[in-house]
């Protein structure tokens, strides 16, 4: 699935129809990695269908839990369902709404949120705010979990680190190598440490599934406990002033992993 904006191409998602479990695109092999610090959600809100891949891949990889979605765009999800394989069912739900607004009327708790909501190369401003961060919070349980997709080639990457920062006890990030994309991770507790959890993590719990798409001793050597200081310039990220697309015009340095 692919999105035409302003005259470029973004690839959305992807789907193998033969293996529809399996992870194609690569930075949703870390939001899978995210487990490491949670391996048994029981409940997890996804904002952002795209081809509906990742959640191909989240009910076999997690038959215990039920994962809701939440999509901006019907055409969106009438695709994925048209072409790519998706079904959903009622432990993997789809309600067509703006992210936000669900959460704002969602009395639920969830031990993850994920936030992969891009409009072609752009994530709505007011899913990048600390009001935003400051409502997924308290959606989270004690012990739960905010992994967000960003990019990390412009300006825009400072903010969301300054602007998580501002909001959750922990913020971590892996890498994902050969790409300008980064998975933010960021925790509704401050102890333990993510850097001690990772020390201390075993994984027998994770079903073959995971195991074919993850190995998280692999990508847990891509994830840096502590994410990157932000300019001190970076703009804080707020409902009144979230300049999200200007900053992202002003490319930086940063190149892939």
Known sequence: MRSFWRSKLYRESAVDLNDPARL??????????SAIFHPNP???????????GFNQFFERAFPGATLQTVEL????????????????????????LDGRMFLRRSKMIYDWIILDA??????????????????????????G??????????????????????????????????TPNAVLVASNFKSPSFKNMLQQAVH????????????????????????????KNAPLLTDDFAPTEFLDAVKTNRSPQ
């Open 42 to 52: 029981k409940r997890v809100l996804m904002i952002g269908l795209g081809g509906g």
């Open 145 to 178: 979990l905010f992994v967000a997709n960003v990019h990390t080639d412009s300006s825009l990457f400072a903010s969301d680190i300054r602007t998580m920062r501002a909001v959750f006890p922990q913020l971590g990030m892996f890498d994902v190598p050969q």
């Open 118 to 143: 891009f409009r072609g190369g752009f994530v709505p401003p007011h899913l990048k705010t600390v009001e935003f961060y400051k409502l997924v919070r308290a959606h989270l349980t004690l012990d």
């Open 24 to 33: 194609i695109v690569p930075y949703t092999v870390s939001i899978a990695a």
């Open 73 to 96: 765009d019907p055409q969106v999800f009438l695709l994925a369902q048209k072409y790519l394989g998706f079904k959903p069912s009622d432990r993997n739900k789809v309600d067509v």
């Open 204 to 231: 027998p719990a994770f079903n073959e599934t995971f195991r074919l798409n993850v190995d998280p001793i692999a990508v847990g050597k891509s994830f840096h406990p502590s994410a990157p200081e932000p300019d």
